[in-house]
């Protein structure tokens, strides 16, 4: 990733107007924020949410509250906690989330 032609600013996530995402199971609530081809997300999975695809984008994710559970494709699972993050380049390793109790993340992609 390479960021160019991006003024400093500051954003206020509060006032970013929120989209839901269906799931599989539960929901996903995007707050987003696109700087020169990069998206930038504050995002909420309500407790029981499962995505309802595997993802082949790549991110960086950082867990800021909850608990996350990543599938891979290939069956191995990871299981992230606050303050803990991944990250995938765009094409490898296919993903998936899920929680149990909801969490809230911060994306890069």
Known sequence: MEMRDIPFGTTDWATILPTTHPGEAGFATWRTRNFAGIRVRM???????????????????????????????????????????????????????????????FIVD
Do not use: I, N
């Open 43 to 105: 995002v909420e999975y309500s407790p029981g949410y499962k995505a309802d695809h595997w993802c082949s984008k790549g991110h960086v994710l950082l867990v800021l509250e909850g608990e996350l559970s990543t599938e891979l494709q290939d069956g191995r699972r990871f299981v992230l906690s606050p303050g803990q993050s991944y990250q995938v380049a765009d094409g490898a390793e296919p993903h998936r989330s899920s929680t149990e109790r909801g969490a809230r993340l």
